[in-house]
């Protein structure tokens, strides 16, 4: 999976939602829980596992994404430098924020990868 380049080497911390409602459309705003918090090195892990996801071939389910992240630069006020949504069930995810080409907003992923396993410590 290819994620925008300057936003990851910006990211210091990366929120986990179980998303509880939408994207509808990509761009808009997933909703959910923040069942996991990772800062520094971790952070980096995580975004190091997600641009080793592979390639799978396209699904149709309608997109119902169960979990996401959120990237955040250092100014903890300010909107996230880019947002991702994972649907497990068409194995697509939606990259949306100002750091992501539009030819990065729509990907496929293989869900039964050993990568696309989310760890234990972010489930609620």
Request: glycine fraction near 4%; hydrophobic fraction near 50%.
């Given at each position: 999976?290819?994620?925008p380049v300057s936003a990851v080497r910006a990211t210091d911390r990366l929120d986990?939602?179980?998303v509880s409602a939408g994207p509808a459309r990509r761009g808009e705003?997933?909703?959910?829980?923040?069942t996991a918090r990772w800062e520094g090195a971790e952070a980096a892990g995580a975004?190091?596992?997600i641009g080793k996801l592979p390639t799978a071939q396209q699904t149709l389910c309608g997109f119902a994404p169960g979990w996401g992240v959120r990237a955040y630069g250092g100014d903890p006020a300010a909107p996230p430098l880019f947002e991702a949504a994972f649907c497990y069930g068409?194995?697509?995810a939606w990259l949306w924020g100002p750091a992501v080409p539009e030819h990065l907003g729509r990907q496929q992923f293989d869900s039964g990868s050993p990568n696309a396993q989310l760890p234990s410590?972010?489930?609620p």
């Open positions: 999976m290819k994620l986990v939602v179980r705003p997933m909703t959910g829980e923040v975004l190091t596992l068409c194995d697509e410590a972010a489930l």
